[in-house]
């Protein structure tokens, strides 16, 4: 028999599995171009030429043993100390090589971040809606999830409602901008005052309060918007970054954690990410793409193309009634269903071809997650389908 | 402050680090040359020159946003049912992708598992001496490791003592062959007896009982020496394969695990180790090397050049009156140490700019790991080292 907390998560998994094989059997009976799936986040824009021409010149000029070989757990030292420059460059701070570890994307980071940090029954702070795999990665540390409701007006955090959830077993808060699955960014203003809501709570209660900020969408922004660079607001403050989305290379599992050199304990807690990295089998981030990646740092994704499937969407959603924030960042919308039952809603969809995810999965119900990392034209040709679900509901 | 649980570890990994700080002293001092590391198992001979040619055809052939996108957490469906001919022509097994999830090496794929198997408490077996990291890995599950004292005659897993340690507690056994750090090639006698013993035990105590096969070192064995296919001897069994050695690729992070189809719970189990590989933030194991390891399973590192290494090191030191088995596969010797106390031995053994691992780190005190993947060269060079060593102890 299988763990009993495994036991739960492969029920919950199961729903994920009967959307795709839904989406599958569609297909089969309606044409693949005739079933709009918005539920994965897989992003769709080619990764930049620049990733093929790295490989090649890594495969050619240094030796096969050092390219796929052991290294620190940690990662290569000259790919963090790259990554480091880059770093202090453009947000003008001041790390090196030590305040970094690379990762298994941020999935992996955030594992061996939470591995570090808690004890069971530590608290860990999210703010509604939120990626649903908080979840379970600090459920694999017999951590506690604390959850922030949503304001759903902004989409940003709720931070009134934060410092009533703040107590002595507060390990840790997770932010995620640019949001999955809202798109927001959230502004300096809300980074600031979190930043001193959580130092105040600190010195009252006389704990480390740690503020994990998830980013795998940073540069997968639009309008110009600048999204706050959290170690320059907030001492005890992590990044967790990946390249998944930046470089288009999900199925690589590349990131990096970059911690702040003065914050409490910093030194045991590099100690521990570099163990953690080790003891959960990750060993280290796979080397051939640590190498590459510190020679693509300036490469970027066409975001042009995700900013057009945002606006041609948004556009359409807005003008047939659905009410939604319009989002700055990321791949995804957050519209509001126009029932309560999100559930309800997305299976209604069905029978348009629309494949949507319900807002319930990401803490937030009476609302639904569209992923617009598709192609344009898909995007186009299932307008139509988005107006006869709203006439279904009256939405105007 | 970092969580009790790394507390222990990040203490316990400072001592390794030392060792290598150690080795980096002494190089400073005595020339690199001179300082012989026998600590690492970081494999030295060259991967096949197949690899690169692979990563080039992928990267000409298909398609950028397959070759590093996301698929089914349990890897790409058509690399699995490669990897599952190859198993079946190989060993005349009945197996299909249904049986594989693609890990991030052997580490991940057994980090999976136990998360798979274990409720706190459970306990897993193992045979001394054994892999370190197997205790953390348990641990990172809250299991109990039960360590069954070693046969220091044949390094075999001593299975009278195994009877006295099978509990309705034991969830899994975990066995390492070709061995780190002995070498030994578990005889198919053995497995056979080994199965024997479990399937008893599983049906006097009513429960089931998991062989976990742990076989980085598969292929890499010397005088035509078969490895027993444990999928074929005993029916709760799992293989976690690597190509870290194989091909020597350890910093890519790529690997396997194999389930029999007539196991309890196999359904179950594959589901759980699909949703372990997600929320345990592996995700997926890199994507690249998937696909590049499927055009490779013919590949194979020259085996023939740790075979030379461990002829000349195990015949000079046998020579010079160490007591050591010969070991038939991986690229470790495991002699017993002339005094009781293997850590006082190691502390010594450095005087001489030998750097050597004690057996304790393995739950076999009394014996020293050497690590013979480095140059002929180094090892010829270090034999004088070994001479002034033994005569210390006048070994003779």
Redesign the interface.
Known sequence: ???????N??AT??TIRAMFEEGKRLSAIYGEENVFDYS?G???V??PEN??IA??QI?NKES??L?????NNSGYEDVRTKIAKFINKKYNTNISHNNIVMT??A??????LL?????PGDEVIVFAPFFG?YR??VN??DGELVVVPPDITTFEPNLQALTDKISSKTKAVIINSPNNPTGVVYSEKVMQDLAKILSEKEKELGT?IYLISDEPYREIVYDNVKVPYILKYYKNSFIGYSYSKSL??????IGYIVANTDM??FE??M??L???N???????A????QRVIAECLEAEVDVSIYQRNRDVLYDHLTAIGFSCIKPQGAFYLFPRTPIADDIKFCEEAKQFNLLLVPGSAFGCPGHIRLSYCISYEKIQNSLPAFEKLAKLYEVK
Do not use: Q, W
């Open positions: 028999m299988i763990s009993n907390k495994m036991k998560l492969v998994s199961s994965l897989n992003p769709n080619e990764p990733i093929k490989i090649n495969l096969a043993n390219i796929h070989g052991y290294m298994c994307g999935a992996g980071g955030l594992n061996i591995k570090t940090l808690l004890n795999e379970n990665y694999n540390f480390s288009s290379l999900p199925g690589e599992r409490d304990y045991d807690i100690s521990s570099n163990v953690a080790r003891i959960l089998g990750f060993v280290n796979p080397s051939l793409f």
